[in-house]
């Protein structure tokens, strides 16, 4: 045994009081403990965070560890904190004094770990922060994020890789549980991790059984009531599509004796932590919940897994799934699939696709920008009338295109609530530097409560650069002599290379095919349902790794499938056309509402229900007759609407 992986097993005894690791542990954590970088393709529960805690501990400098999940943060800190182990984490929900302290530990080095969402590297105080200390390891979570052909492609997520050149970490560590071939291949790309270093260990685990049982909708509830009573207790989690959803279908099974909770992300943090605090100690629990629910949570025994309503992807399946028997023992994992859900499904994948008028509005107003310039993502978001994160996509597109650099992120507005006089602040300096913090706490305006300064005119008024100002109030604020808190988020740019006008189409085009792929991905769930073949084999080869025989136990293997194909397309006879009601209620409003409703496809939007920037500005999501059509397919409004408008 070489040098390193005696050094790895040594680690594990001390500080974790295990003997062996899980498979491909101790050769990821090699790779880190070598000096290079790694990915690590594990599966849900396969223990991924041991790969960046262990390595952390014999590193000289600080360990970043990058997550989405605040649930995951909390949980492995206190983990960590039973084991003796230090970390912390920054996230929005710290309090002024809790982020100072966490600060504090960090750069005097009492905690080698800490945790961060992605978008805390567009906050100047923070990456101010952190110069001058040393990362030795940059773990990223949740890396298929980082991927456009990834489930949950999110921009934040591709600019990383940049941050991690910036910030000069000396190794990286990339994890995920879902990646299939093409999201690994961009990961290895994007973080410059050697090909070799990529640790895959197997994706499929024999004691989950995968069930599948296609019903009516008028059937679902009592279908999922039935399979509950019918098998012994156990923790379990029912996924379903909606928030009311989780409450109704909570409260049905309350109705009928069982321990059910909802849980979404419209509760606020007490109660969402009062259930999960009562379904991680209960034996028999059962949470209703969104994809909220489940991510970072490490409960080894959940028996059960439902899918009330079908997954956006198998990606997603299988990491909702993978929450299920993480202790080895048998546990089922049930989808109940209502054909007529695909039309729910699609339409949300539909609506996200902006018209080309809104892209052409887009681009206009970047061409309108200086050379290098500062803009709100929600400005350009309500002005072309594009869902925020989908431009935040599209910027990123101009930014891995050549047409626009990104440069640091800031805050427009600061407001403070002085806990001390100002003479005090004053008078803790001498010569340039008080007249500096005399004429900067001056330049400041009461509100009711808060003090506000305008940082631009600020560095005009006393000829200074943003950075001292920024790094002067964050000093202020870390002796505790005010309360400050930033707002107004813009982002900076600079502008390589014209846009040209034809680029609105391009991008139109580009987002019709990330469409078309977010469809197919509803087409792969749907397949799955009614496989042909072992339903574990299809999952597994979905993630690169072909099974060398069937499962045995899934819906196919026991027979339990129909032997008819079925349509599952969700589509409805009744449903042929449009009611001539509804043509005429969409002449109406576009007459009334010629702004707002610029095409056929923002017309359709508005018809199923679905949200926009410019409805919701209009007071339209609120109208009496929007999302009259929830049950019609995106794809035949638009068309039919098209004809007529």
């Not at 070489?2 to 542990?25: M, Y």
Request: hydrophobic share 40%; with cysteine; charged share 25%.
């Amino acid at each position: 045994m070489n040098t390193v992986a005696v050094e790895s097993i040594d680690l594990l005894q001390q500080h974790f009081g295990w003997n062996a690791f899980k498979p491909g542990q101790q050769t990821a954590i090699d790779h880190l403990l070598g000096g290079q970088s790694a990915l690590a393709v594990f599966p849900t529960g396969g223990g991924k965070s041991l790969c960046y805690q262990l390595p952390a501990l014999a590193f000289d400098g600080l360990t970043v560890v990058v997550s989405p999940l605040i649930a995951l943060m909390k949980d492995q800190i206190d983990q960590l904190a039973a084991r003796g182990i230090e970390a912390r984490r920054l996230d929005s929900s710290l309090t002024n004094a809790e982020y100072r302290e966490a600060m504090e530990a960090i750069r005097s080095g009492q905690s080698k770990i800490l945790y961060v969402a992605p978008e805390r590297f567009f906050n100047e105080r923070f990456r101010s922060s952190l110069e001058g200390i040393k990362i030795s390891l940059f773990a990223v979570d949740e890396a298929h994020c980082i991927s456009q052909w990834g489930h949950s492609f999110r921009p934040d997520y591709l600019k990383l890789a940049k941050i991690a050149d910036k910030l000069n970490v000396e190794r990286i560590l990339a994890l995920t549980a879902t990646a299939t071939p093409t999201v690994q291949a961009d990961i290895i790309k994007e973080f410059s991790i050697p090909a070799e270093n990529a640790v895959c260990t197997e994706f499929f685990r024999p004691n989950l059984q995968l069930c599948t049982r296609i019903c009516n909708e008028s059937d679902r509830d009592n279908t999922l009531i039935d399979l509950i009573k019918s098998r012994p207790a156990g923790p379990a989690i029912v996924y379903v599509s909606l928030q009311q959803t989780a409450v109704d279908v909570a409260e049905k099974l309350t109705k009928q004796g069982f321990n059910a909770q909802p849980y979404h992300a419209g509760f606020d943090a007490v109660r969402r932590n009062e259930v999960q605090d009562s379904f991680m100690a209960s034996n028999d629990g059962i949470v209703v919940a969104t994809i909220a629910f489940g991510m970072g949570i490490d409960k080894s025994d959940i028996r059960y897994v439902y899918h009330y309503n079908p997954p956006k992807s198998i990606e997603n399946y299988a990491q909702e799934i993978g929450r299920a028997g993480r202790d080895g023992e048998a546990s089922i994992c049930q989808m109940l699939l209502v054909p007529q859900d695909r039309i729910v499904l699609e339409n949300f994948v539909y609506g996200d696709t902006p018209s080309l008028e809104s892209l052409e509005l887009m681009m206009q107003e970047l061409r309108r920008q200086p050379d290098e310039f500062f803009i709100s993502q929600y400005t350009l978001s309500s002005n072309s009338d594009i869902r925020k994160l989908v431009v935040q996509t599209l910027l990123t597109y101009l930014e891995l295109d050549g047409f626009l650099e990104g440069t640091s992120p800031r805050y427009d507005s600061y407001e403070f609530i002085p806990s001390v006089p100002s003479d005090t602040i004053v008078n803790h300096f001498q010569g340039e530097r008080q007249n500096f913090v005399r004429s900067l706490l001056a330049s400041s305006h009461k509100k009711a409560k808060w003090f506000s300064i305008d940082i631009e005119q600020v560095c005009q008024k006393l000829n200074t650069d943003r950075a001292r100002v920024v790094k002067a109030f964050d000093f202020f604020a870390e002796k505790e002599w005010m309360t400050l808190k930033t707002s107004k988020l813009v982002h900076g740019y600079r502008r390589l290379k014209p846009i040209p006008t034809e680029l609105a189409r391009d991008y139109f085009e580009k987002m019709k095919q990330r469409e078309a792929s977010e469809v197919l991905r509803i087409d792969q769930v749907f397949q799955l349902a009614n496989a042909e073949i072992c339903q574990a084999a299809i999952v597994s080869e979905h993630f690169g790794q072909p099974l060398d025989a069937e499962c045995g136990i899934c819906s196919f293997c026991q027979n339990e499938l129909t032997d008819d194909v079925l349509d599952l397309t969700g589509s409805n006879p009744d449903t042929a056309s449009i009611p001539e009601s509804i043509l005429q209620l969409a002449l109406d409003l576009k007459q009334k509402h010629p702004s707002v409703f610029t095409s056929a496809r923002v017309m359709a939007r508005f018809l199923a229900g679905l949200r926009s920037p410019a409805l919701t500005r209009a007071k339209l999501s609120r109208d009496k007759n929007f999302g009259c059509c929830s049950e019609i397919p995106f794809k035949q409004l638009q068309r039919e609407l098209e004809q007529v408008l």
